[in-house]
């Protein structure tokens, strides 16, 4: 009804130019309002033995909010600095729990991160297998996720919402009641956002540049890098752009071109996805791949219902000018799987990360 809006947009306004990575990285954080944040008064909460696995639990304050919480897990006969790597939970609709979609305690996952995990991990916390490794994996809480959620009746439902829709609240688990509530709660913090003058993904970044920075701080943490799957390798590829630190970055199911995203492809995403005035400064995949010759890892989910294969496409053809002149600096995997980052995806992105950030 309205396709030819987007020609006219792209005609005036000029879209997905291409700027050198250098000014695009800074352009795009000033657009998007990345904010400076740190992470102050880090606590230890609580630490444990979980077989072969050190675990602690973290806790810092950004300033405003609840107190964000953090698992920091590593092999427990490790002798000197790691090599670290800041996990990035995803979004998947489910806001209840955060870094324990990713990351496991001796209490072990609630029934709704076990069932999501079934889906998109591969049935395992991948923190933990990357842990075990030999890596120092911190796994933290983002904006409005896990102990930085927002208070349930803050989320609740517009109540003249049409009833009928699904089973009644009596029926659901308190997390799922509340993941029901935050889905129609997004587009509220988004606005909230926008009238501070950042967005929602320039508050998360923020978050994630605050939480990589004091992994980085740790004495017993060499050279760090990130990973994480959908929602999370949005993060993953905004702390790559955004963190001059960042020695490696892997990206999984969360790449393909905004061009070939409009119509069907726009409603399921987060608004993370869509930041205020980054198209008059590149598409996604240039943001992506504007750490170059940095290593990056991008995968691609050929049966992803949440992108178009000409969008994977076109965004590794993109990715791969940005890098025409550092051979080896990025690494495309192409997996005929749906939406996810199974098991044999995760140990491809292990070696990877070994291999860069062990050296």
């Not at 400076?36 to 077989?51: F, N, S």
């Not at 933990?128 to 927002?150: E, I, T």
């Not at 517009?158 to 009641?177: K, W």
């Not at 940005?322 to 005929?336: K, S, W």
Request: charged share 25%.
């Amino acid at each position: 009804m309205f396709a030819e809006l987007a020609g006219i947009a792209a005609a005036q306004r000029g879209l997905y130019p291409v700027l050198g990575g250098p000014e695009l990285r800074a352009a795009a954080r000033d657009a998007i309002g990345v904010l400076d944040l740190t992470a102050h008064d880090v606590r230890v909460e609580r630490t444990w033995a979980d077989g072969d696995l050190h675990g602690e639990e973290l806790s810092w304050s950004v300033g405003f909010g609840p107190r964000t919480r953090a698992y920091l897990l590593r092999p427990r006969e490790a002798d000197g600095p790691l090599p670290g790597v800041v996990a990035l939970h995803c979004h998947a609709g489910m806001k209840w729990a955060g870094k324990e979609k990713i990351a496991d305690t001796p209490e072990g996952p609630s029934p709704e991160v076990r069932r999501l995990r079934e889906a998109i991990y591969g049935g395992r916390a991948f923190a933990n297998a990357l842990a075990r490794r030999g890596f120092a994996v911190l796994a933290h809480d983002a904006f409005v996720w896990g102990s930085r959620r927002f208070p349930l009746e803050t989320a609740e439902p517009d109540p003249g919402a049409e009833p009928g829709a699904g089973p009644g609240p009596e029926a659901l688990s308190e997390a799922d009641r509340y993941d029901l509530a935050a889905r129609d709660h997004e587009h509220v913090v988004a606005k909230h956002c926008a009238v501070l003058g950042t967005s929602f993904t320039g508050v998360v970044a923020g978050e994630d540049l605050a939480a990589a920075a004091y992994l980085r701080s740790r004495p017993d943490v060499g050279a760090v890098g990130c990973a994480g799957l959908s929602g999370g390798g949005l993060r993953a590829a905004l702390l790559g752009a955004f963190d001059p630190g960042m020695r490696a970055v892997v990206v999984a199911a969360m790449v393909s071109s905004y061009r070939d995203m409009l119509g069907e492809h726009v409603p399921r995403h987060t608004w993370m996805l869509w930041p205020p005035g980054l198209p008059r400064l590149g598409d996604w995949p240039d943001l992506v791949a504007a750490r170059a010759p940095e290593p990056l890892m991008v995968q691609y989910a050929l049966r992803d219902e949440l992108f178009p294969e000409q969008g994977m496409r076109r965004a590794h053809a993109m990715i791969g000018e940005r890098y025409r002149d550092a051979p080896g600096g990025y690494e495309a995997v192409f997996a005929d799987v749906p939406h996810s980052f199974d098991v044999p995806m995760q140990e491809r992105a292990f070696d990877w990360l070994a291999a860069h950030l062990k050296g």
